[in-house]
């Protein structure tokens, strides 16, 4: 293996996948976790799949000096860098615990890498750093403009590495804008492991299917769609993963900062969606529509031809496989990892 990847927050949902992705592909991987929002077990699942371990070093990214060590220890020549705290609603209740945690941890990060010479980066953002008022489709020169504190972040982080790689031409990194990424890898062995109560669709859903949730509240039916429910564009996450070996293959050979959307180009309903699911649990949802959610866009879907033209990355998977997938884990794995 001549390639070494440090993936941060690889424990976590999309991580795991990804690092699943770059073990298949030849990558040797070192996962950087403080297993906040994630558990460990999800390592021996990746060796299942894949019959390769990756490395563990449970750190805090914003350690510096022990990132700094990880990179002394270990050959590495690019990072994924998915570590960060991902609740919105929380985010609003807590700003500075995310302000600390995305901006101290991306700030660390950086300055590790500066210092080891590595500078090859994949970066998480999200369709969230996009203005609530822009029209899907949006690309990727959509006007920005987040609305929460959680979206703020990935805005700032974007702009710190814009600028890093502006200021030395040896960097290459790629901002990953991702939409609604949902599913679970088919063998149902790793998947997304919500604490609490989920606030998203897809993991709602899941849990009113296996009854841990009474029922699913949908949150208006009076916006301006064709069923008027929201419209969103849910991408599978092993397609997502694929997106990040896509996107490090391109940033091995490019430098510069570049942008891509990760999503299907298409749009689908809350009730299309809760369809879906129905149709692969064989049952009915116990459902009630409430009042609409604060702050909700009515359609957000991507245009990804983008990433099309410049990574050859295309999304594969239906959304019927999206909630198969989901489900399948969701069914075997009940109390995610535990
Ligand atoms: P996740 O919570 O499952 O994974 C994030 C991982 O980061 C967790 O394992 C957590 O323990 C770790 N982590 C958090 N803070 C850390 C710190 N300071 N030091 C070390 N580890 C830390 O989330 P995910 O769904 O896999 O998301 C991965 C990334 O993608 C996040 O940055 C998230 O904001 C972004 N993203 C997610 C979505 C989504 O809907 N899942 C959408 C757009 C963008
Ligand atoms: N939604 C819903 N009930 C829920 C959770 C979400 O009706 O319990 C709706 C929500 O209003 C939105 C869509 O499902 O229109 C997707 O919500 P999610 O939070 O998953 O994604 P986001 O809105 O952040 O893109």
Known sequence: MDKCTLVT?????????????????????????????????????????????????????????????????????????FAGLKAVKESVEEPTKYYDNNLGSALSLVKAMETSGVSTLVFSSSATVYSPFEDSPVDEGATLGPTNPYGMTKYFIERMLTDVALGDKDWSIGLLRYFNPIGAHSTGLIGEMPRGTPNNLVPYVMQVAIEKLEKLYIFGDDYETPDGTC???????????????????????????????????????????????????????????????????????????????????????????????HWNWQKQNPDGYQ
């Open 9 to 81: 927050g690889g424990t976590g949902y999309i991580g795991s996948h990804t690092t699943v992705a770059l073990l298949e592909a030849g990558y040797q991987v070192i996962i950087v976790d403080n297993l906040v929002n994630s558990s460990d077990k999800v390592l021996s699942r990746i060796e299942k799949i894949t019959g390769l371990a990756p490395i563990f070093v449970r750190a805090d990214l914003r350690d510096t000096s022990t990132i700094t060590k990880v990179f002394k220890e270990y050959p590495i020549t690019s990072v994924v860098h």
């Open 231 to 325: 419209i969103r564009d849910y991408v599978h996450v092993v397609d997502l993963a694929r997106g990040h070996l896509a996107a490090l293959r391109f940033l091995e050979k490019t430098k510069g900062s570049h942008i891509w959307n990760l999503g299907t180009g298409k749009g689908t309903s809350v009730l299309e969606l809760i369809q879906t699911v129905e149709e692969v649990i064989g049952k009915s949802i116990p459902k009630e529509v409430v009042g609409r959610r604060s702050g909700d866009v009515p359609i957000v879907y991507a245009d990804a031809e983008k990433a099309s033209e410049e990574l050859s990355w295309r999304a594969e998977n239906t959304i019927l496989k999206m909630c198969a997938d």
